[in-house]
Protein backbone atom coordinates (compact mmCIF):
# COMPACT_ATOMS: atom_id res chain seq x y z
CA UNK A 1 0.00 0.00 0.00
CA UNK A 2 1.36 3.71 -0.58
CA UNK A 3 0.67 6.36 1.22
CA UNK A 4 0.99 10.28 0.13
CA UNK A 5 1.50 12.14 3.29
CA UNK A 6 2.29 16.21 3.91
CA UNK A 7 3.71 17.02 7.09
CA UNK A 8 3.36 20.47 8.54
CA UNK A 9 5.95 21.53 10.61
CA UNK A 10 4.14 25.25 11.81
CA UNK A 11 1.82 27.59 10.60
CA UNK A 12 1.00 31.00 11.52
CA UNK A 13 -2.25 33.36 10.40
CA UNK A 14 -2.80 37.25 11.47
CA UNK A 15 0.53 37.86 12.30
CA UNK A 16 2.68 40.40 10.92
CA UNK A 17 4.88 39.59 8.13
CA UNK A 18 7.37 40.76 5.18
CA UNK A 19 8.41 39.23 1.58
CA UNK A 20 11.47 36.36 2.49
CA UNK A 21 13.23 38.15 0.04
CA UNK A 22 13.37 41.31 2.45
CA UNK A 23 14.95 39.96 5.32
CA UNK A 24 18.94 40.10 5.21
CA UNK A 25 21.18 38.42 5.91
CA UNK A 26 21.86 39.04 10.10
CA UNK A 27 18.07 39.38 10.12
CA UNK A 28 17.89 43.08 9.07
CA UNK A 29 15.21 44.58 6.49
CA UNK A 30 15.86 47.90 4.17
CA UNK A 31 12.81 49.90 4.88
CA UNK A 32 12.21 53.54 3.47
CA UNK A 33 13.89 56.27 5.93
CA UNK A 34 9.87 58.10 6.54
CA UNK A 35 8.74 54.55 7.90
CA UNK A 36 7.66 54.03 11.72
CA UNK A 37 10.44 51.84 12.59
CA UNK A 38 13.24 54.21 11.48
CA UNK A 39 13.79 55.35 14.86
CA UNK A 40 15.50 52.09 15.60
CA UNK A 41 17.46 52.50 12.44
CA UNK A 42 21.24 50.61 12.90
CA UNK A 43 24.53 51.98 12.16
CA UNK A 44 24.99 50.91 9.09
CA UNK A 45 25.62 51.93 5.26
CA UNK A 46 22.18 52.29 3.73
CA UNK A 47 21.52 53.80 0.46
CA UNK A 48 19.98 57.47 0.20
CA UNK A 49 16.28 57.26 2.31
CA UNK A 50 16.44 54.50 3.50
CA UNK A 51 18.24 52.57 6.48
CA UNK A 52 18.40 49.20 7.87
CA UNK A 53 16.90 48.08 11.05
CA UNK A 54 17.32 44.62 13.12
CA UNK A 55 14.52 42.36 12.93
CA UNK A 56 13.28 39.23 14.99
CA UNK A 57 12.04 36.57 12.44
CA UNK A 58 9.77 33.81 12.77
CA UNK A 59 8.16 31.07 10.62
CA UNK A 60 8.98 31.18 6.74
CA UNK A 61 7.82 29.63 3.78
CA UNK A 62 8.52 30.43 -0.29
CA UNK A 63 6.73 34.06 0.18
CA UNK A 64 6.38 35.32 3.43
CA UNK A 65 8.25 35.51 6.69
CA UNK A 66 6.80 36.39 9.90
CA UNK A 67 8.28 39.46 11.81
CA UNK A 68 8.00 38.87 15.29
CA UNK A 69 9.35 42.28 16.37
CA UNK A 70 11.46 45.22 15.04
CA UNK A 71 8.84 46.43 12.63
CA UNK A 72 5.41 47.48 12.55
CA UNK A 73 2.01 48.19 10.24
CA UNK A 74 2.82 51.23 8.16
CA UNK A 75 6.57 50.49 7.30
CA UNK A 76 7.24 50.33 3.94
CA UNK A 77 10.07 47.84 3.23
CA UNK A 78 12.45 47.39 0.17
CA UNK A 79 14.05 44.50 -1.59
CA UNK A 80 15.08 42.83 -4.74
CA UNK A 81 13.40 40.65 -5.97
CA UNK A 82 14.95 37.40 -6.51
CA UNK A 83 13.40 35.71 -9.46
CA UNK A 84 13.93 38.98 -10.87
CA UNK A 85 16.27 39.29 -13.73
CA UNK A 86 16.94 42.83 -13.23
CA UNK A 87 18.54 45.04 -10.26
CA UNK A 88 14.82 46.90 -9.67
CA UNK A 89 13.75 47.15 -6.51
CA UNK A 90 9.96 46.27 -4.99
CA UNK A 91 8.23 48.35 -2.12
CA UNK A 92 5.84 46.03 -0.44
CA UNK A 93 3.57 47.45 3.05
CA UNK A 94 4.42 45.80 6.32
CA UNK A 95 0.69 43.99 6.80
CA UNK A 96 -0.86 41.17 8.44
CA UNK A 97 -0.17 37.99 6.16
CA UNK A 98 -2.91 36.72 4.26
CA UNK A 99 -5.17 34.17 5.95
CA UNK A 100 -4.01 31.19 5.02
CA UNK A 101 -0.22 31.00 4.74
CA UNK A 102 0.44 33.98 1.61
CA UNK A 103 1.21 33.66 -1.69
CA UNK A 104 -1.19 36.49 -3.00
CA UNK A 105 1.23 39.42 -3.36
CA UNK A 106 -1.40 41.55 -4.52
CA UNK A 107 -2.99 41.97 -1.35
CA UNK A 108 -0.36 43.36 0.08
CA UNK A 109 -0.36 46.51 -2.69
CA UNK A 110 3.30 45.75 -4.18
CA UNK A 111 4.49 47.99 -6.72
CA UNK A 112 7.44 47.75 -8.99
CA UNK A 113 9.77 50.74 -8.79
CA UNK A 114 9.86 52.04 -12.55
CA UNK A 115 13.77 53.58 -11.88
CA UNK A 116 16.87 51.41 -11.04
CA UNK A 117 18.10 50.81 -7.16
CA UNK A 118 21.39 48.82 -6.60
CA UNK A 119 21.47 47.06 -3.09
CA UNK A 120 24.28 47.16 -1.49
CA UNK A 121 27.21 44.93 -2.35
CA UNK A 122 28.45 41.98 -0.14
CA UNK A 123 31.90 42.91 -0.74
CA UNK A 124 32.63 46.31 -1.40
CA UNK A 125 36.46 47.40 -1.84
CA UNK A 126 37.01 51.82 -2.13
CA UNK A 127 40.33 52.46 -3.13
CA UNK A 128 41.81 49.98 -0.61
CA UNK A 129 45.57 50.08 -0.51
CA UNK A 130 48.20 47.57 1.67
CA UNK A 131 51.45 48.86 2.13
CA UNK A 132 54.38 47.14 3.54
CA UNK A 133 57.70 49.34 4.57
CA UNK A 134 60.74 46.91 3.88
CA UNK A 135 63.85 48.99 4.88
CA UNK A 136 63.52 52.51 2.57
CA UNK A 137 61.73 50.72 0.47
CA UNK A 138 57.69 50.60 0.32
CA UNK A 139 55.97 47.69 -0.94
CA UNK A 140 52.46 48.31 -2.70
CA UNK A 141 51.11 44.82 -1.89
CA UNK A 142 47.18 46.12 -2.78
CA UNK A 143 47.08 50.15 -4.53
CA UNK A 144 43.80 51.77 -4.50
CA UNK A 145 41.53 48.60 -5.41
CA UNK A 146 37.54 49.22 -5.53
CA UNK A 147 35.63 46.41 -6.62
CA UNK A 148 32.29 44.85 -5.68
CA UNK A 149 30.36 41.29 -4.73
CA UNK A 150 26.93 41.10 -4.95
CA UNK A 151 24.97 38.56 -2.90
CA UNK A 152 24.83 35.02 -5.16
CA UNK A 153 28.00 36.14 -7.48
CA UNK A 154 30.41 33.66 -8.00
CA UNK A 155 33.97 35.16 -8.82
CA UNK A 156 37.48 34.46 -9.26
CA UNK A 157 40.90 36.67 -8.15
CA UNK A 158 43.32 35.84 -10.84
CA UNK A 159 46.52 37.19 -11.48
CA UNK A 160 50.05 37.09 -12.24
CA UNK A 161 52.45 36.34 -8.66
CA UNK A 162 52.85 39.09 -6.80
CA UNK A 163 50.07 40.80 -8.07
CA UNK A 164 48.05 41.21 -4.42
CA UNK A 165 45.60 38.58 -5.29
CA UNK A 166 46.55 37.00 -1.68
CA UNK A 167 46.70 40.56 0.30
CA UNK A 168 43.14 40.62 -0.80
CA UNK A 169 42.14 37.36 -0.10
CA UNK A 170 43.52 38.43 3.52
CA UNK A 171 41.75 41.61 3.73
CA UNK A 172 38.13 40.02 2.42
CA UNK A 173 38.72 37.27 4.98
CA UNK A 174 39.59 39.85 7.47
CA UNK A 175 42.84 38.66 8.60
CA UNK A 176 44.04 41.63 7.63
CA UNK A 177 43.28 45.19 7.75
CA UNK A 178 43.97 47.93 4.53
CA UNK A 179 46.14 50.64 5.32
CA UNK A 180 43.81 53.22 3.84
CA UNK A 181 40.42 52.64 2.21
CA UNK A 182 37.52 51.01 3.06
CA UNK A 183 36.45 47.41 2.84
CA UNK A 184 32.76 47.05 3.22
CA UNK A 185 31.45 43.30 4.75
CA UNK A 186 27.58 43.33 4.02
CA UNK A 187 27.96 46.97 4.86
CA UNK A 188 30.23 47.39 7.95
CA UNK A 189 33.40 48.57 7.90
CA UNK A 190 35.34 45.89 9.09
CA UNK A 191 38.79 47.81 8.34
CA UNK A 192 38.10 50.02 10.82
CA UNK A 193 37.47 46.65 13.94
CA UNK A 194 40.05 45.15 16.57
CA UNK A 195 41.39 42.35 15.77
CA UNK A 196 38.86 40.81 18.50
CA UNK A 197 35.57 41.70 16.47
CA UNK A 198 37.86 40.42 13.22
CA UNK A 199 37.43 37.19 14.86
CA UNK A 200 33.65 37.64 15.38
CA UNK A 201 33.22 38.09 12.51
CA UNK A 202 35.35 35.58 10.56
CA UNK A 203 33.61 32.88 12.69
CA UNK A 204 30.10 34.27 11.82
CA UNK A 205 30.18 35.13 8.37
CA UNK A 206 33.21 33.76 6.75
CA UNK A 207 34.73 30.15 5.63
CA UNK A 208 38.28 29.12 4.01
CA UNK A 209 40.01 26.69 2.28
CA UNK A 210 43.46 27.79 2.68
CA UNK A 211 46.51 26.56 -0.07
CA UNK A 212 48.12 25.05 3.46
CA UNK A 213 46.36 22.61 5.10
CA UNK A 214 46.72 24.92 8.73
CA UNK A 215 45.93 21.39 10.71
CA UNK A 216 46.56 21.41 14.31
CA UNK A 217 49.86 19.19 14.66
CA UNK A 218 48.94 17.82 17.99
CA UNK A 219 44.91 17.14 17.59
CA UNK A 220 43.65 14.11 16.01
CA UNK A 221 41.36 14.52 12.86
CA UNK A 222 38.30 14.57 15.37
CA UNK A 223 40.23 16.59 17.23
CA UNK A 224 40.55 19.29 14.83
CA UNK A 225 36.92 19.26 13.63
CA UNK A 226 36.10 19.35 17.69
CA UNK A 227 37.90 22.25 18.17
CA UNK A 228 35.81 24.27 15.29
CA UNK A 229 32.68 23.48 17.16
CA UNK A 230 34.07 24.42 20.13
CA UNK A 231 34.89 27.64 18.86
CA UNK A 232 31.88 28.07 17.82
CA UNK A 233 30.16 27.49 20.86
CA UNK A 234 32.33 30.41 22.50
CA UNK A 235 31.49 32.95 20.51
Known amino acids: MNVDAEILLDSAQGVLAVPSAAVNRGDTVLITADSPSAANALDQEAPEGYV???VEPG????SYTEIISGLQEGDTVAYLQTSSSSDSMDFMAVGMIPSGGGGDARRW??????GRFLMGALIEFREVCK???MGDTTVKAADHISFQVQKGELIAIVGQSGSGKSTCMNIIGCLDVPTSGTYLLDGQDVGQLDKNELAVIRNKMLGFIFQQYNLLA??????K?????DVCRRT
Open 52 to 54: YVS
Open 218 to 223: QAHAAG
Open 131 to 133: YYQ
Open 109 to 114: DAQRWA
Open 59 to 62: ISDE
Open 225 to 229: CGSAS
